[in-house]
Structures are given as structure tokens and as C-alpha cells.
């Protein structure tokens, strides 16, 4: 318990990284740990996607970049602020692997229920919502899971989802089904730097013991 409670607390999020290859038994120990979290109905709606070839992170991280001109032309912020957020939506560009973490679909175990919902007008997504989102939820859990263990082997990476405007870019370029919904990019490697602690809010000011 105390090596996982040091795993959970020393991990960081890291933005840049070395060259080192993440080799492909560890890419695998690394969706294994995603795959064995909790999820909703036991549904696993999740599906992962480990790009290491570099032009086809370039042609993603250009995907990314085109979705965001498009998605902020309107935008009155000045060509700086387009730049800045080109370069703060595509690093993931720069690391030796991007996993990109998708939703699948979580079909409700009591379909009773279910039914219940849709003779009250409620889409599938609605439902989803109004359940809580235990299919964001489950996902959510999976990307955990695999940080830390990308932590426990040493490497480091970030939880990213602002290239998620840029979602129908990367599934076209990925060329995934069309029902799979871009929840999260994840660069992967070893960091290029030591990052510095960051700033908790106490415990009490999150905990109400009842």
C-alpha cells in the first residue's frame, strides 16, 4: 500500500520528452493496467490506438492544428493566441508514443430501465448523462489506471483533451468507426525534465466525514 500510495502521489503530468522508444511489451503492460479498471455494466467501452510512427503523428498533430484554426476563426484574440494554443494542443507530437484513449458504447444492464428511458423521449446519451456518465466515468478510470502505470515504469506522460475539438480530424485520419468518440490523447516517454510539486488543496477543505 505505501508503493502505491507513492506512485499516486508522485506522479506528474510531463510535456516533454526524451527521444527513448517505449518498447511494445510496455505499451501492452500499459493498456493492460487501462483494461483492468472498473467500468460501468462491465461494459469495457473503451478502445486504444498506440501511434509510434512519427509522420503519422505529424499528420495527426496537423489534423489537430487545422482543427483548431477552424474551430477558433472567429475568434477576435489575434494570430498569438491562435499560435499558442496550436503549440499547447499539438506537443503531444513530441513524444516517442500518443495513445489515443476512445468511448465505445455502454449498453445499461437492466433493459428494463433502459426502456424506460427511451419511452421518456431520453437518447442513449442522455440516459448516459443522466446516470451519472458511467461511460465517461469508466473511461476516466482506464486513463488512471494506465497513467499510473506509465508512472510505475518510470516514464512519464500527460492526460490531454484539447485536441478533442479536433476530434473528427484525428478519427478521419486514425479512420475509426464512426462511433467511437475521442475522449483523450496521451503522449507517452521518458521526461526530459523533473517536474516540480504541485499545489494541493487540504484535505479538509474536500472532506466532510459524516
Not at 513530441?94 to 495513445?99: F, K, T
Not at 444492464?109 to 469508466?138: C, N, V, W
Not at 506509465?150 to 462511433?179: E, F, Y
Amino acid at each position: 500500500m505505501d508503493v502505491l500510495m507513492d506512485t499516486i502521489k508522485s506522479r506528474r503530468s510531463i510535456r516533454k520528452f526524451l527521444a527513448d522508444t517505449v518498447p511494445d511489451d510496455v505499451i501492452r503492460e500499459i493498456i493492460e493496467a487501462g483494461m483492468n479498471a472498473p467500468s460501468g455494466c462491465n461494459s469495457q467501452c473503451w478502445q486504444f490506438i498506440a501511434v509510434k510512427d512519427k509522420t503519422l503523428q505529424k499528420r495527426i498533430a496537423d489534423g489537430t492544428e487545422d482543427g483548431i484554426r477552424e474551430f477558433y476563426r472567429d475568434a477576435d484574440y489575434g494570430p498569438a493566441f491562435i499560435e499558442s494554443r496550436i503549440k499547447q494542443t499539438t506537443f503531444f507530437k513530441n513524444a516517442p508514443l500518443v495513445i489515443f484513449v476512445f468511448l465505445t458504447r455502454l449498453d445499461y444492464y437492466d433493459q428494463r430501465a433502459a426502456k424506460y428511458y427511451q419511452e421518456l423521449g431520453f437518447s442513449h446519451g442522455e440516459m448516459m448523462t443522466a446516470l451519472g456518465s458511467p461511460d465517461i466515468l469508466s473511461v476516466g478510470a482506464a486513463i488512471e489506471n494506465m497513467l499510473l502505470a506509465i508512472h510505475a515504469k518510470g516514464l512519464g506522460a500527460c492526460w490531454m483533451n484539447d485536441p478533442v475539438v479536433s476530434s473528427k480530424n484525428i478519427c478521419s485520419i486514425l479512420a475509426v468507426p464512426d462511433d467511437w468518440q475521442l475522449i483523450s490523447v496521451i503522449p507517452v516517454g521518458k521526461s526530459a525534465y523533473t517536474p516540480q510539486p504541485k499545489p494541493l488543496k487540504k484535505i479538509d477543505e474536500v472532506l466532510s466525514i459524516r
